[in-house]
C-alpha cells in the first residue's frame, strides 16, 4: 500500500479547501490512508503528521497496522480527545467527511469545538479511490476469480427442487472456504418470475425446471471487493424468448464494453448498453444504471449512469451490467468488473456468458 502517496494526493487536495486538517472516519478511508483495519477509530490528517486516534480496543492494532502514523490513545470520548488535541496540534479549521458523518456527529463536533471552524467536505478521499494502484487492482483481480471459481462450482450445484436460499448459502461458504473475508453484500439468487426483481435477494422459493436463475453475488478479499452476475437456464434446452432475452443482453454489455476506455465519459459507456436495448423495444425494462466503481466499497464512483460526465481514466474498475426486466416472466442481468486502460478495458471476470449458460435437469 502506497500510503504516504496517497496522503500526499490528499494534502494536496485540502490545501485548496482552506482547513488545517481533516478527520477521516469512513472505515474505507481510513484503511486506504492507513491500513488499519478495526472497526473504530479516526484518522487526522495534518500538513505536518498523520495521527490516528484510538481507544484502549485498537490502540495496539494501530501501532502495528499504521508506521506513517503517530496512535493517540484516549478514554472515553473522541469528540473530548479532538478538543484537548487539536488546539495543541496547531488546527483552527478541521475539515470532516460530510457525507459519511451523521448531522448528529457534525452537529456534536460543532459543539465540543467551541473554536474551531468545523467543516463537512465531500467525496476527497473517494475521489482518490476511482484510480486504482497495482496493487489494488491484483487484489481485485483475486475476489474476482474466487467468485469465478464459485460460479463454476454453483453450476454443479444447481438443480431443480433447490431453493434460491440453498444456492445463496453455496456461493457465500464457497467462496469462504477459498479465503473470501465474507460476502461483498446481500446474495442476488432471483430464479423465474422473481428474475424480474434486479435486486431480488435470495429467497425460500424452490427453483423449479425451465427457470432462468439470476445470481449477482461476490467477496470480500483482504480488503476489496467483487461483484459478478450470471444469468443461467434450469433446462436441457432454452426457451427461445428466453434465449432472445438474454442474447439481446449479451449485446448490450458487449456494446458497452466496446466503449470503455479513457477519455471517454461514464454516461457515454452507459448510452452504448442502452441504445441496444431501447432499440429493441426494452428501454422501459432496462431501469439502473449500467455499472458502477468497485474497490474497498462494492458500490463506489464513478457511477456508469445516463448523468454522470466523469471521464473514465486508466485504473478505474467499474462494473458494466446491463439487464432486462419482465414483470410476471422473468429477468436477465450479465456483470463483468473491469480495468479501464488507454485503449481500452481488460475484463478481469472469467466466468461463461456465451451462450447462455444451461444447467441440464
Not at 186 to 203: F, N
Request: proline share 5%; hydrophobic share 40%.
Amino acid at each position: 500500500m502506497d500510503v504516504q502517496g496517497r496522503i500526499e494526493r490528499l494534502l494536496a487536495r485540502l490545501a485548496q479547501e482552506n482547513v488545517d486538517a481533516f478527520l477521516v472516519m469512513r472505515p474505507e478511508n481510513r484503511f486506504y490512508l492507513s491500513g488499519f483495519t478495526g472497526s473504530a477509530g479516526a484518522l487526522m490528517v495534518t500538513p505536518r503528521q498523520v495521527y490516528f486516534m484510538a481507544d484502549f480496543r485498537y490502540f495496539e492494532q494501530a501501532r502495528e497496522q499504521c508506521p506513517l502514523c503517530q496512535v493517540v490513545g484516549f478514554k472515553e470520548s473522541l469528540y473530548d480527545a479532538l478538543a484537548e488535541k487539536l488546539p495543541r496540534w496547531g488546527v483552527s479549521r478541521l475539515g470532516c467527511e460530510g457525507d459519511f458523518l451523521t448531522y448528529k456527529q457534525v452537529v456534536t463536533l460543532q459543539e465540543k469545538l467551541e473554536n474551531i471552524q468545523v467543516t463537512p467536505l465531500y467525496g476527497l478521499v473517494e475521489e482518490l479511490r476511482q484510480v486504482k494502484d497495482p496493487g489494488e487492482i491484483e487484489l481485485l483481480s483475486r475476489a474476482v476469480a474466487l467468485a469465478d471459481r464459485a460460479f463454476e462450482h454453483i453450476l454443479d450445484y444447481l438443480k431443480p427442487g433447490v431453493t434460491e436460499w440453498d444456492v445463496a448459502v453455496e456461493l457465500e461458504c464457497f467462496m469462504r472456504r477459498l479465503g473470501a473475508r465474507k460476502s461483498a453484500f446481500d446474495t442476488i439468487v432471483a430464479s423465474g418470475p422473481r428474475g424480474a426483481l434486479p435486486h431480488g435477494v435470495a429467497s425460500h422459493r424452490v427453483i423449479r425446471e425451465g427457470d432462468l436463475v439470476t445470481m449477482d453475488f461476490g467477496c470480500l478479499y483482504e480488503g476489496y471487493n467483487s461483484d459478478l452476475t450470471r444469468t443461467v437456464v434450469v433446462v436441457g434446452s432454452p426457451h427461445p424468448r428466453q434465449k432472445e432475452i438474454y442474447d439481446l443482453v449479451l449485446a448490450a454489455q458487449r456494446a458497452a464494453l466496446a466503449a470503455v476506455r479513457a477519455g471517454v465519459k461514464a454516461c457515454e459507456v452507459d448510452r452504448a448498453a442502452r441504445e441496444v436495448i431501447a432499440s429493441a423495444g426494452y428501454g422501459e425494462n432496462f431501469g439502473h444504471s449500467t455499472g458502477h466503481g468497485v474497490g474497498l466499497a462494492v458500490h463506489e464512483d464513478p457511477s456508469v449512469s445516463k448523468k454522470n460526465e466523469t471521464v473514465l481514466q486508466p485504473g478505474m474498475v467499474i462494473t458494466v451490467e446491463p439487464g432486462i426486466y419482465l414483470p410476471g416472466w422473468g429477468g436477465v442481468r450479465i456483470e463483468d468488473m473491469v480495468v479501464v486502460e488507454e485503449q481500452g478495458c481488460r475484463i478481469l471476470t472469467r466466468a461463461p456468458k456465451d451462450p447462455l449458460p444451461v444447467v441440464p435437469v
